[in-house]
């Protein structure tokens, strides 16, 4: 009977996607797969506007961390001792998370709340707007194309920006598609 536990380990940032195929196909060949069942980069998935196109792209959750599943529950078994020298043996691996070197385990909380992160921004992709409360934008379409306001409010999971423009000498909300202003 296995115990798994997820377990997040350090690895070399800007690498986390080479790493995580590196030791799984790793682990596939020493056949550990009993021991270590999943690796995986926690990423979510958002939409992310670059040069006036939107594209889907992946966003590390924690750069420089991957999550491992295994079952570490027995230290002293030949099979744990020989995944963890494998994984350690995998180039870019760090070591796990805990004290003295010892694998802390997550809780079952944080797993969940990090794979439902991942599900939910699998069908639903989180808009990634590089504005924040009190820039300065200028407004590129519809009917206030071309006044200039202030970020008042940004709602990632809508994809809206609200602005406070000056109409008629007087601060109005507005609330805009994130396409519809750029910075000033």
Excluded: H
Aim: hydrophobic share 35%.
């Amino acid at each position: 009977m296995s115990s798994y536990e997820w377990y997040f380990v350090r690895c070399q940032s800007g690498r986390e996607d080479s790493i995580c195929k590196q030791l799984i196909k790793s682990i596939g060949a020493a056949g550990l797969q009993e021991v270590v069942p999943q690796i995986l980069v926690p990423v979510e998935r958002v939409t992310d506007l670059r040069g006036g196109k939107k594209r889907i792209v992946n966003k590390k959750l924690y750069p420089g961390y991957l999550m491992i599943q295994a079952d570490l529950s027995d230290p002293e078994s030949p099979q744990t001792i020989n995944a963890r020298s494998t994984l350690r043996g995998t180039r870019g691996f760090g070591d796990f998370l805990g004290m003295g070197g010892e694998p802390t385990p997550l809780s079952e909380g944080e797993v969940t709340s990090i794979l439902s992160r991942m599900s939910e921004s699998e069908d639903r992709p989180q808009v990634a707007i590089s504005l924040k409360k009190g820039d300065v934008v200028k407004v590129k379409s519809g009917a206030f194309d071309g006044f200039d306001g202030a970020v008042d409010e940004i709602s990632p999971e809508k994809g809206t920006v609200r602005v406070i423009v000056t109409i008629f000498g007087r601060p109005t909300p507005v609330e805009l598609e994130y396409w519809e202003v750029e910075a000033v």
